[in-house]
């Protein structure tokens, strides 16, 4: 929602309440909201971006050819080619999944029975939901208010348009939204407040602009009922869709939005609280024990706090724009310090923003250092996104600078939780290029596409790492992924404190205006360079031995046969004498024929098994230094060394895992033992691996299982799986041959898009593996600023 500016309240108006409750002064937050002005700008993606694939299903190059660029042989029939692209007006998806027996409550670390595997990743549309219903445009405000004019049925209709646009929509299972039923309602709400807004139907305009005033930066036109409904019922059928298996993830597309609204009051243009009453859902028709939900809109999420802040079955988090408590919605308990109540204490997780400007290596590093490592830990069983785009770049509320494609990629690492089932519901955004292009990351990383590079400098600002350090802090006690992180638990967590902290921004004064001015400044600078990543024609390619034949994997997943010229693979193969082997030879050339592609933007990433991981991976950092790739991220796992003769000049940076000893021979040639617990090796990806790898911003990743490389094929999923974001999803895979069909299944999915499968129980990391990555942080931090957790002092 918009940003609130302080107004004293009207003496006519109801007491301030806190989920229906009068709330004692000190926590009243009566407002006015901002009129700010839109900030219009164009993106400047070029048209041909934009333009849909003639192939319906998004893999072909040439409807009815079966070969891309790349000269592969593509999964689509010709009967596929023909056929209908999308599946509309599906009816709701059928009662399913009784609820499970066991244990109840949300203990961190009580096993409970697992929900069944997500339906695999296949080609063509329907593994990802899209939840709308056109009705949902008809609320509009009736009177003149400039603190609510912001929310408009634009914001909708302007994010299909651009999925339209992009031939997104059509890739989707597209299901029509219903209305919510009163007793689904009642799962959050009081049976006064739904009596309250039925009976809005019957008022005339001046009736609803007395009542909506009776609230915070709300209006009620006679359709708010029925809209409010479908909002509410599309979250529900997208939770019931992923759930049943009927689809993989998806978003509802809805408003109004929800996450400000309480028990019995609406506030912030939210009526119904749509993810709240989606997880009292998903808990009590589904049987689910554990759901996490993740807030990215600018604004605290606090309708959500309430209603599940002593609840320990649902893990909360949250980051907004606080301003050490002078923005919107003005609460203490918005602060970092905020941690639940009761049996909930640990399970809130407020990440408060004390400065504008905050950017995709402050998202990136608020996911690696806060919300993942206690989200492994609490291992949910599905993932609600109140997904609020007023948080992206050139948003005049949020006056954030997050570029579309972050979205992409905090869509991405959200996969890899749950099985995948990641159900994302629209909440803010005012910004329609934003708003709409930030919708189209997050389908197309819901469809497994790869998210685009992240652009800017990775490095986090120093109040971004106050506040990570805060969050940690605060956490700390109840998570035993964080207790060993160092001195950053020293800061006292609430970021509250009087010193420093500025004064709320009144409506025409010199701070609103300069805010103004400096959110306005933010698309000349950034939007217009943001353009369109095309997708490869190819999203993943196999290069397997013939004992791999009768492996099953998705079916627009390529099974290449073409090699490299000879000439071409003789010259790379003198490298090393153990290439002129004939199966390693055979091995080479396809390694090369599949590199090349990948660089060449032809398919987007592959794997391959060969004899001789060492030296073909020497062969594949050297080729794609010399052709296109400006950097490259080598990640050698097992008995491979570093080639002593690789240059030293920052375009390669390798990282040993089940190296024999932590060290950092250089900042860009780093090793470390592979850790023996599953919270120790999340600790080294998490804390180590990603933060280098976003760091270097590389063109291309490297990802080499040699001899003993000793993951587990979760593990190893899991690293693919978390690696195809630094680099735009251009990943290449290599296996040593020894290792078995299945492992390499795995890593051909996880490429394809499709989730990594647990690592089962958390389990506490080592004390050596702990000493090992904070030996390591401490000689790296100075130079990759992404490994920080807490500002310097």
Same mark, same amino acid.
């Given at each position: 929602?918009?940003?609130?500016?302080?107004?004293?309240?009207?003496?006519?108006?109801?007491?301030?309440?806190?989920?229906?409750?009068?709330?004692?002064?000190?926590?009243?937050?009566?407002?006015?909201?901002?009129?700010?002005?839109?900030?219009?700008?164009?993106?400047?993606?070029?048209?041909?971006?934009?333009?849909?694939?003639?192939?319906?299903?998004?893999?072909?190059?040439?409807?009815?050819?079966?070969?891309?660029?790349?000269?592969?042989?593509?999964?689509?029939?010709?009967?596929?080619?023909?056929?209908?692209?999308?599946?509309?007006?599906?009816?709701?998806?059928?009662?399913?999944?009784?609820?499970?027996?066991?244990?109840?409550?949300?203990?961190?670390?009580?096993?409970?029975?697992?929900?069944?595997?997500?339906?695999?990743?296949?080609?063509?549309?329907?593994?990802?939901?899209?939840?709308?219903?056109?009705?949902?445009?008809?609320?509009?405000?009736?009177?003149?208010?400039?603190?609510?004019?912001?929310?408009?049925?634009?914001?909708?209709?302007?994010?299909?348009?651009?999925?339209?646009?992009?031939?997104?929509?059509?890739?989707?299972?597209?299901?029509?939204?219903?209305?919510?039923?009163?007793?689904?309602?009642?799962?959050?709400?009081?049976?006064?407040?739904?009596?309250?807004?039925?009976?809005?139907?019957?008022?005339?305009?001046?009736?609803?602009?007395?009542?909506?005033?009776?609230?915070?930066?709300?209006?009620?036109?006679?359709?708010?009922?029925?809209?409010?409904?479908?909002?509410?019922?599309?979250?529900?059928?997208?939770?019931?869709?992923?759930?049943?298996?009927?689809?993989?993830?998806?978003?509802?597309?809805?408003?109004?939005?929800?996450?400000?609204?309480?028990?019995?009051?609406?506030?912030?243009?939210?009526?119904?609280?749509?993810?709240?009453?989606?997880?009292?859902?998903?808990?009590?028709?589904?049987?689910?024990?554990?759901?996490?939900?993740?807030?990215?809109?600018?604004?605290?999420?606090?309708?959500?706090?309430?209603?599940?802040?002593?609840?320990?079955?649902?893990?909360?988090?949250?980051?907004?724009?606080?301003?050490?408590?002078?923005?919107?919605?003005?609460?203490?308990?918005?602060?970092?310090?905020?941690?639940?109540?009761?049996?909930?204490?640990?399970?809130?997780?407020?990440?408060?923003?004390?400065?504008?400007?905050?950017?995709?290596?402050?998202?990136?590093?608020?996911?690696?250092?806060?919300?993942?490592?206690?989200?492994?830990?609490?291992?949910?069983?599905?993932?609600?996104?109140?997904?609020?785009?007023?948080?992206?770049?050139?948003?005049?509320?949020?006056?954030?600078?997050?570029?579309?494609?972050?979205?992409?990629?905090?869509?991405?690492?959200?996969?890899?939780?749950?099985?995948?089932?990641?159900?994302?519901?629209?909440?803010?955004?005012?910004?329609?290029?934003?708003?709409?292009?930030?919708?189209?990351?997050?389908?197309?990383?819901?469809?497994?596409?790869?998210?685009?590079?992240?652009?800017?400098?990775?490095?986090?600002?120093?109040?971004?790492?106050?506040?990570?350090?805060?969050?940690?802090?605060?956490?700390?006690?109840?998570?035993?992924?964080?207790?060993?992180?160092?001195?950053?638990?020293?800061?006292?967590?609430?970021?509250?404190?009087?010193?420093?902290?500025?004064?709320?921004?009144?409506?025409?004064?010199?701070?609103?205006?300069?805010?103004?001015?400096?959110?306005?400044?933010?698309?000349?600078?950034?939007?217009?360079?943001?353009?369109?990543?095309?997708?490869?024609?190819?999203?993943?390619?196999? /290069? =397997?031995?013939?004992?791999? $034949?009768?492996?099953?994997? #998705?079916?627009? !997943? %390529?099974?290449?046969? +073409?090699? &490299?010229?000879?000439?071409?693979?003789?010259?790379?193969?003198?490298?090393?004498?153990?290439?002129?082997?004939?199966?390693?030879?055979?091995?080479?050339?396809?390694?090369?024929?599949?590199?090349?592609?990948?660089?060449?933007?032809?398919?987007?990433?592959?794997?391959?098994?060969?004899?001789?991981?060492?030296?073909?991976?020497?062969?594949?950092?050297?080729?794609?230094?010399?052709?296109?790739?400006?950097?490259?991220?080598?990640?050698?796992?097992?008995?491979?060394?570093?080639?002593?003769?690789?240059?030293?000049?920052?375009?390669?940076?390798?990282?040993?895992?089940?190296?024999?000893?932590?060290?950092?021979?250089?900042?860009?040639?780093?090793?470390?033992?592979?850790?023996?617990?599953?919270?120790?090796?999340?600790?080294?990806?998490? /804390? =180590?691996?990603?933060?280098? $790898?976003?760091?270097?911003? #590389?063109?291309? !990743? %490297?990802?080499?299982? +040699?001899? &003993?490389?000793?993951?587990?094929?979760?593990?190893?999923?899991?690293?693919?799986?978390?690696?195809?974001?630094?680099?735009?999803?251009?990943?290449?895979?290599?296996?040593?041959?020894?290792?078995?069909?299945?492992?390499?299944?795995?890593?051909?999915?996880?490429?394809?898009?499709?989730?990594?499968?647990?690592?089962?129980?958390?389990?506490?990391?080592?004390?050596?593996?702990?000493?090992?990555?904070?030996?390591?942080?401490?000689?790296?931090?100075?130079?990759?600023?992404?490994?920080?957790?807490?500002?310097?002092?």
């Amino acid at each position: 929602m918009g940003s609130i500016v302080s107004k004293p309240p009207a003496p006519s108006l109801a007491t301030p309440q806190r989920n229906g409750e009068p709330v004692p002064p000190s926590a009243s937050h009566w407002t006015s909201r901002r009129a700010d002005s839109w900030v219009r700008g164009h993106f400047g993606a070029p048209a041909s971006a934009l333009a849909p694939p003639t192939c319906p299903h998004g893999r072909c190059a040439e409807s009815g050819s079966r070969l891309s660029p790349f000269g592969l042989e593509l999964g689509c029939t010709r009967e596929q080619l023909t056929q209908p692209s999308s599946v509309r007006a599906v009816p709701a998806v059928a009662q399913g999944l009784s609820c499970y027996p066991g244990l109840q409550g949300g203990s961190r670390h009580s096993p409970v029975p697992r929900l069944p595997p997500p339906p695999p990743r296949g080609g063509g549309a329907g593994r990802t939901a899209l939840v709308y219903h056109e009705e949902m445009t008809a609320a509009r405000l009736l009177w003149e208010d400039p603190e609510c004019e912001i929310e408009r049925p634009e914001r909708l209709t302007a994010a299909l348009e651009r999925l339209q646009q992009g031939g997104l929509e059509r890739r989707c299972l597209q299901l029509a939204a219903r209305e919510a039923s009163e007793a689904e309602l009642g799962l959050v709400h009081s049976p006064e407040y739904v009596s309250l807004l039925r009976g809005t139907q019957a008022l005339g305009t001046e009736e609803l602009r007395a009542l909506s005033g009776k609230y915070d930066a709300v209006y009620f036109p006679p359709s708010t009922f029925h809209c409010a409904r479908l909002a509410v019922g599309a979250a529900l059928q997208l939770v019931d869709a992923v759930l049943t298996g009927a689809a993989h993830n998806g978003l509802a597309l809805v408003r109004p939005p929800g996450h400000h609204s309480q028990r019995a009051a609406a506030n912030g243009f939210c009526v119904f609280n749509n993810v709240a009453i989606a997880a009292k859902h998903a808990q009590q028709k589904h049987g689910l024990q554990r759901i996490l939900i993740v807030d990215w809109d600018v604004h605290h999420g606090q309708g959500i706090q309430y209603i599940f802040e002593d609840d320990p079955s649902v893990l909360y988090f949250s980051w907004h724009r606080y301003e050490h408590g002078c923005f919107w919605p003005y609460l203490q308990e918005s602060d970092a310090d905020a941690v639940g109540l009761g049996q909930g204490r640990g399970f809130t997780v407020n990440l408060p923003w004390n400065q504008v400007g905050m950017g995709n290596a402050d998202y990136m590093a608020a996911f690696l250092h806060v919300l993942l490592p206690v989200a492994f830990e609490f291992d949910p069983e599905l993932v609600l996104v109140s997904a609020g785009f007023d948080s992206a770049v050139g948003d005049p509320e949020g006056q954030m600078q997050a570029t579309p494609e972050c979205f992409a990629h905090l869509t991405q690492l959200l996969q890899v939780l749950a099985g995948g089932r990641v159900c994302a519901v629209l909440e803010g955004g005012y910004h329609l290029e934003s708003l709409s292009q930030s919708v189209c990351m997050v389908v197309k990383a819901l469809l497994g596409d790869p998210a685009p590079p992240l652009s800017g400098s990775m490095v986090p600002q120093h109040s971004a790492l106050e506040s990570i350090q805060s969050v940690r802090a605060a956490q700390a006690p109840h998570w035993t992924s964080l207790q060993q992180q160092g001195p950053a638990c020293l800061l006292n967590p609430s970021t509250s404190s009087p010193e420093g902290r500025r004064p709320p921004v009144s409506p025409g004064g010199p701070g609103f205006k300069a805010a103004e001015a400096q959110g306005s400044a933010v698309p000349r600078s950034l939007l217009d360079q943001l353009h369109l990543y095309p997708t490869p024609p190819a999203r993943t390619a196999a /290069a =397997l031995t013939a004992q791999d $034949a009768a492996l099953v994997l #998705p079916p627009d !997943v %390529l099974r290449p046969e +073409g090699s &490299a010229p000879q000439e071409e693979t003789q010259a790379w193969a003198r490298l090393h004498e153990a290439l002129a082997q004939d199966t390693a030879f055979i091995a080479l050339g396809k390694v090369l024929h599949l590199l090349n592609g990948i660089l060449d933007g032809q398919v987007s990433s592959g794997i391959a098994t060969t004899p001789a991981a060492s030296a073909t991976l020497e062969v594949a950092i050297r080729r794609g230094l010399s052709h296109r790739a400006q950097r490259v991220l080598c990640v050698a796992v097992g008995q491979l060394d570093r080639p002593p003769d690789l240059a030293s000049d920052g375009r390669n940076l390798w990282l040993n895992i089940r190296g024999k000893e932590a060290a950092a021979l250089s900042m860009f040639h780093v090793s470390v033992p592979l850790p023996g617990t599953t919270g120790g090796f999340l600790s080294c990806i998490l /804390a =180590l691996v990603l933060p280098l $790898a976003y760091g270097f911003q #590389p063109d291309l !990743v %490297l990802v080499a299982l +040699g001899p &003993a490389h000793g993951l587990q094929d979760p593990q190893a999923a899991l690293l693919a799986a978390l690696l195809r974001g630094p680099a735009g999803g251009r990943v290449l895979v290599l296996v040593e041959q020894e290792s078995t069909s299945q492992l390499a299944g795995v890593l051909a999915r996880v490429l394809h898009g499709e989730a990594p499968p647990s690592l089962g129980p958390f389990s506490m990391a080592s004390p050596e593996d702990l000493q090992a990555l904070i030996h390591l942080r401490g000689q790296l931090e100075a130079q990759w600023k992404m490994l920080q957790v807490a500002a310097p002092s």
